[in-house]
């Protein structure tokens, strides 16, 4: 894989879990310097991809004052855990420095702008991958990698970044009806792969899929009243994503109940029925799958 044209540059990445291994490795190859801010100290990173195994070079840091400033930060921990990475972004921050915020959900720039220094921008990314830890430091890619950043000069600088590598960065210009779109790809298949503990597949049974439809255009009809530009065809082409992931694929809420860790869900099918209740949208299957997964979280935080 041919290297970068761009100017190397010093990137860190919050989270060496599943997102940020990957794109870790995938900036290393692209021949920049990356530091990897970890909670959980690892002995090295591997990412199975396209029947390779990459072992980057990264610089590992598990505290923040060994960190310094850097150009770029990626923040890749899960949306509920933004809160906790306030330390790494106060340390990697200067005036200048972009946070792009890999992360599931719609409300990236609101989530993570309080917690920036003066001068530091946040740029919200929707990551289209699919990227499974298998134990710690080891990462397995089963499908796709991109990242969707509004147009302008921070995306189109993210763009360049990664030009000719891995990672494929868009710019795209009506960023709130993408952001749905992205969304739509999370809110049925993640709470059925973790409420079933079944992978992919079980979108694959017809029965699963139209249930996974209808809980789709509930959400459909919140994205319209929020003014996302979406309709019946992105309902189907979400569904699709899903499906090209492969059977044996899961989702990142189905990983977090394999492992015990607490889920996401708050900021997928949550925001779902909190908008809808702002807007007076019925959306009864997502506050039924809402219900499920707090319970089930319950349970892994008691754990
Ligand atoms: N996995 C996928 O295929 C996809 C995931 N996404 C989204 O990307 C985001 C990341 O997901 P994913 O990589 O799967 O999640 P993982 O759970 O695999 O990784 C998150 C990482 O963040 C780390 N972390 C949490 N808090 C901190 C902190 N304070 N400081 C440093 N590191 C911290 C965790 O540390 P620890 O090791 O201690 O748990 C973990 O390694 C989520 O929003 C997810 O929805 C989007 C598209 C696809
Ligand atoms: C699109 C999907 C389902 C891909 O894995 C994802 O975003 C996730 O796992 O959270």
Redo the contacts with the bound molecule.
Sequence with gaps: MSASSAPSERIAVIGGGAVGGLVAAFAEEAGHEVTLCLRSPLDGLTVETEGEVLRPRLRFVTEPDEAGVHDWVLLTTKAQDTEGAAGWLNALCGPGTVVAVVQ?GIDHVERVSPLLPEGAEALPAL?????ERVAPGRIVH??SSELHVPEGQSGARLQALFAGGRLTVRGVGDFRTAAWR?LF??VA??PLTALLLQRMHILGDPEMYARAEEILREGLAVAQAEGALVDEGDVRRALR??LA?GPD???????DRLAGRPMEHEHLTGAVVRLAERHGVDVPLNRLLLTLLRAADRELRAD
């Design positions: 599931n990551a289209f991958m699919a990227v089963h499908y992205k790809t999370n298949a993640n994503a899903n992931v694929g899961g989702t990142s809420t189905f990983y």
